[in-house]
Antibody, heavy 115, light 108 residues
Framework: QVQLQESGPGLVKPSETLSLTCTVSGGSISSYHWSWIRQPPGKGLEWIGSIYNSGSTNYNPSLKSRVTISVDTSKNQVSLKLSSVTAADTAVYYC?????????WGQGTLVTVSS | EIVLTQSPGTLSLSPGERATLSCRASQSVSSSYLAWYQQKPGQAPRLLIYGASGRATGIPDRFSGSGSGTDFTLTISRLEPEDFAVYYCQQYGSSPLTFGQGTKVEIK
């Protein structure tokens, strides 16, 4: 049974860096591609970016200058860093397995950007 | 970037009725790489359909997808109480991956 669990600070100050971790259980992280998707409160879904099992990455151009996605195979974790955050980055952040359609999702974690 | 426009924004129907949801793309979706998700409050999206018409594992056959190019449809043949939710389409044929804004299916 594949399970994904996001974790990280629920509150981040403006201009700081948002850092989240997705811990994967039930499978080897190195065999798959991984993605981050976010959803502002009451709004739709936005793809942030993906990391492939080759280690290469692909980011949404709207966030590309601020996003880094990485994998730690020793911990079976996928990480997201988003720099220079503003209130517009307040959202539920999901990790998901894959880089196309998504079968497996984490439950999501709400990150609020506020001073 | 491919923009996906879903219609209607809200669909008010009764249990047992048929629901037809539309997703129109601003340009052709490569290889019909179009997925549909269901999302309930406080939950992550759940994959229903991939490849425009392939039903994901465990999804009841009352859910069906169709379409190609720029026009896609999700049909729920007979609404069950648990089907009232928000539905999103997503294209994964070109980067950046994009989602529609959602259609809410509510109880009439």
């Amino acid at each position: 049974q594949v399970q994904l669990q996001e974790s990280g600070p629920g509150l981040v100050k403006p201009s700081e860096t948002l850092s989240l971790t997705c811990t994967v259980s039930g499978g080897s992280i190195s065999s798959y591609h991984w993605s981050w998707i976010r959803q502002p409160p009451g709004k739709g879904l936005e793809w942030i970016g993906s990391i492939y099992n080759s280690g290469s990455t692909n980011y949404n151009p709207s966030l590309k200058s601020r996003v880094t996605i990485s994998v730690d195979t020793s911990k079976n974790q996928v990480s997201l860093k988003l720099s220079s955050v503003t209130a517009a980055d307040t959202a539920v952040y999901y990790c998901a397995r894959g880089s196309g359609y998504y079968i497996y999702w984490g439950q999501g974690t709400l990150v609020t950007v506020s001073s | 970037e491919i923009v996906l426009t879903q219609s209607p924004g809200t669909l008010s129907l009764s249990p047992g009725e048929r629901a037809t949801l539309s997703c129109r793309a601003s340009q052709s979706v490569s290889s019909s790489y179009l997925a549909w998700y269901q999302q309930k409050p406080g939950q992550a999206p759940r994959l229903l359909i991939y490849g425009a018409s392939g039903r994901a594992t465990g999804i009841p056959d009352r859910f069906s997808g169709s379409g190609s190019g720029t026009d896609f449809t999700l049909t729920i043949s007979r609404l069950e109480p648990e089907d009232f939710a928000v539905y999103y389409c997503q294209q994964y044929g070109s980067s950046p991956l994009t989602f529609g804004q959602g259609t809410k299916v509510e109880i009439k």
